[in-house]
């Protein structure tokens, strides 16, 4: 159930659908972006909906999930802004990514005992819902999966085995955790921890707001909770047993800090007071705090962390070394807006999403040693040596862009976060488009792919919300893994 034709099937007086009793999939997009849907019952012969089905539908305001329902796909209510209640029996086992994320007014919804985990992002960006219940047999809180917002009171099931330290990205307001029946996390003094102290899930906001300068508990080896919009916070103090900083994260330390102090016995940072970076007994940029116009990395830096220079506000240019070798994820951003950027004959790694997509606007000219052998800048576009391949668009598009017509790969995440680009022309020698080469380029509506395209990443088009249209000059399933992750489904793909 994923074509055209689903649409047919909604009642435009009362804004429903009555789905077919037949029916036991709702397939991918299968009614996503669908204007005038109210109210939707699922009925207990459907056993899964598919990703995207109901996603991005500003009218839907109530969904009924009947007994017998199992799944609820990756992104399927995601940016129903409208939805305000969700009721689901036990029957429902899997809940997905992302599955009612940015649903800004759901304020009800009552979760399946049936689940045991809540998944990544589930429920990010629901600032209506103040208040849920946890799943009586729930062993897993996944990263972003309750950073609803406007939670203020949260209690762990004894099941709990694994909270996320991300799982609600400092964005909630809860004050009291239960944790009475939980063996495995303790709420304490602000802090929800492990019980044995080594990793820290949840700081109260009161906690926070006292003083300028965070102490990061002895005995803590694991910090990765956001304090981001934390500001009045200058000065953090790292414990001798810290051995992983913000790692594989995003907005974890406020930009406003200025000054780093690393406890006696600490086995695996580094400061240097002089140029105000903290960095790893690897070599690994860290943060570098340093409020100068004109930042020059240290030689021997290798590689650089996420959002490593947050903190550098006022920065006109930063050079990095030779010795750099890696640019991860994240590592340009939330840097200062029109920030310039020198890099190394050394560098052989950049992740596709080595900017987010909140940042792509704000980055300034970056270039490149003409000694570098992997890597090449023209335009603020990073191709490889040769110009066959477009790794990453490092500037934000506006309106229309054409791929230059020498390129034959588009790597993954080439345009990631390209919100404002409306249309892209690709060339006519294009084989291969990387995963989610396109994710989030909300504007994009339509896209011809070439004859000569071989491969399409199977989430190429991820949170392409308004993409109704991919034209494709071949047969039919001639590229598999169709839609490659658009929200429309195999209704936006159109075939020679």
């Known amino acids: 159930m994923s074509t055209d034709k689903n649409l047919d099937i909604m009642d435009e007086v009362t804004g429903s659908i009555i789905i077919p009793q037949n029916v036991t999939k709702i397939g991918e997009g299968a009614f996503s972006n669908l204007d005038g849907l109210r109210t939707i019952v699922?009925?207990?012969?459907?056993?899964?909906?598919?990703?995207?089905?109901?996603?991005?539908?500003?009218?839907?305001?109530?969904?009924?999930?009947?007994?017998?329902?199992?799944?609820?796909?990756?992104?399927?209510?995601?940016?129903?802004?409208?939805?305000?209640?969700?009721?689901?029996?036990?029957?429902?086992?899997?809940?997905?990514?992302?599955?009612?994320?940015?649903?800004?007014?759901?304020?009800?919804?009552?979760?399946?005992?049936?689940?045991?985990?809540?998944?990544?992002?589930?429920?990010?960006?629901c600032p209506g819902l103040k208040e849920i219940i946890l799943p009586e047999k729930l062993e897993r809180i996944e990263s972003a999966s309750l950073a609803c917002g406007n939670l203020t009171y949260l209690k762990i099931p004894e099941t709990v085995t694994y909270i996320d330290p991300r799982f609600c990205f400092g964005r909630n307001n809860i004050s009291e955790i239960d944790t009475t029946n939980n063996k495995n996390y303790i709420f304490k003094e602000g802090f929800l921890t492990t019980k044995s102290g080594d990793t820290i899930c949840y700081i109260s906001p009161q906690k926070l707001k006292e003083g300028n300068t965070f102490n990061i508990p002895e005995g803590v080896k694991n910090y990765v909770y956001s304090i981001s919009n934390y500001t009045n916070i200058k000065k953090i103090i790292l414990p001798s047993t810290?051995?992983?900083?913000?790692?594989?994260?995003?907005?974890?330390?406020?930009?406003?800090?200025?000054?780093?102090?690393?406890?006696?016995?600490?086995?695996?940072?580094?400061?240097?007071?002089?140029?105000?970076?903290?960095?790893?007994?690897?070599?690994?940029?860290?943060?570098?705090?340093?409020?100068?116009?004109?930042?020059?990395?240290?030689?021997?830096?290798?590689?650089?962390?996420?959002?490593?220079?947050?903190?550098?506000?006022?920065?006109?240019?930063?050079i990095f070394p030779d010795s750099l070798e890696t640019l991860g994820y994240r590592a340009l951003s939330r840097m200062a807006t029109g920030v310039n950027i020198v890099l190394g004959k050394g560098l052989n790694s950049v992740g596709g999403n080595v900017?987010?997509?909140?940042?792509?606007?704000?980055?300034?000219?970056?270039?490149?040693?003409?000694?570098?052998?992997?890597?090449?800048?023209?335009?603020?576009?990073?191709?490889?040596?040769?110009?066959?391949?477009?790794?990453?668009?490092?500037?934000?598009?506006?309106?229309?862009?054409?791929?230059?017509?020498?390129?034959?790969?588009?790597?993954?995440?080439?345009?990631?976060?390209?919100?404002?680009?409306?249309?892209?022309?690709?060339?006519?020698?294009?084989?291969?488009?990387?995963?989610?080469?396109?994710?989030?380029?909300?504007?994009?509506?339509?896209?011809?792919?070439?004859?000569?395209?071989?491969?399409?990443?199977?989430?190429?088009?991820?949170?392409?919300?308004?993409?109704?249209?991919?034209?494709?000059?071949?047969?039919?399933?001639s590229i598999t893994g169709a839609p490659w992750g658009c929200p429309y489904g195999l209704r936006a793909i159109k075939w020679q």
Not at 90 to 111: H, R
Request: charged share 25%.
């Open 242 to 318: 810290l051995e992983i900083l913000g790692e594989n994260t995003w907005s974890c330390i406020p930009s406003s800090i200025e000054q780093v102090e690393v406890a006696d016995g600490n086995k695996t940072f580094i400061v240097d007071n002089e140029n105000k970076i903290l960095y790893t007994k690897a070599n690994k940029l860290i943060l570098c705090y340093s409020k100068a116009e004109n930042i020059k990395i240290k030689e021997g830096i290798v590689s650089v962390q996420d959002e490593a220079l947050a903190p550098a506000t006022r920065a006109k240019e930063i």
């Open 42 to 125: 699922i009925p207990g012969t459907v056993k899964e909906i598919g990703t995207n089905a109901f996603r991005n539908n500003k009218t839907l305001e109530k969904v009924i999930i009947q007994d017998g329902v199992e799944t609820i796909g990756d992104n399927a209510f995601r940016s129903c802004s409208n939805l305000k209640s969700v009721s689901m029996t036990d029957s429902v086992n899997n809940l997905k990514p992302f599955a009612f994320a940015e649903c800004t007014n759901l304020q009800e919804i009552n979760l399946s005992n049936g689940i045991t985990k809540l998944s990544d992002s589930v429920f990010d960006l």
């Open 355 to 477: 900017i987010d997509h909140n940042d792509i606007y704000k980055i300034g000219e970056v270039t490149i040693s003409e000694e570098n052998q992997r890597y090449a800048i023209r335009d603020n576009i990073l191709y490889s040596k040769d110009f066959k391949t477009l790794e990453k668009v490092l500037y934000g598009i506006t309106g229309e862009f054409t791929v230059a017509s020498n390129v034959e790969k588009m790597s993954n995440r080439a345009f990631l976060g390209e919100n404002r680009m409306t249309d892209i022309i690709l060339p006519p020698n294009l084989k291969v488009i990387g995963d989610t080469c396109f994710h989030r380029c909300s504007l994009l509506k339509k896209i011809e792919i070439p004859n000569t395209v071989e491969a399409i990443g199977s989430e190429c088009f991820a949170d392409c919300t308004n993409l109704a249209e991919i034209k494709i000059n071949k047969k039919e399933n």
